[in-house]
């Protein structure tokens, strides 16, 4: 099965950082293109970040020099450095896959249980 777990988030003040963690089982890693979406109270699901199996990245423009997605294929984790912390960034965080199985043309996306980041003084 496929299974996305976050870990990391929590309370940070302003103008503070945080690293958050996802770990992927359940399909084959180093083809997928991992992301962060997050969630605020009463706003559509955005994207975050991504990066594909060959390293690139992409960012939403309200993160671009203050996040930094990343991934380790040898440990099927992929990771968000959150720095400069705004409150606008509260939200919960939710670890993307998008991911096809061996020789499907079919792509699926599964995302994690999602985590809560707080920024507040």
């Known amino acids: 099965q496929v299974q996305l777990v976050e870990s990391g988030g929590g309370l940070v003040q302003p103008g503070g950082s945080l690293r958050l963690s996802c770990a992927a089982s359940g399909i084959i890693f180093s083809s997928a293109t991992m992301g962060w979406d997050r969630q605020a109270p009463g706003k559509q699901r955005e994207l975050v970040a991504n990066i594909t199996r060959g390293g690139t990245t992409n960012y939403a423009d309200s993160v671009k020099g203050r996040f930094t997605i990343s991934r380790d294929n040898a440990k099927n984790t992929v990771y968000l450095q959150m720095n400069s912390l705004k409150p606008e960034d509260t939200a919960v965080y939710y670890c993307?896959?998008?991911?096809?199985?061996?020789?499907?043309?079919?792509?699926?996306?599964?995302w994690g249980q999602g985590t809560q980041i707080t920024v507040s003084s």
């Open positions: 993307h896959a998008a991911h096809s199985p061996v020789g499907t043309r079919i792509s699926y996306h599964s």
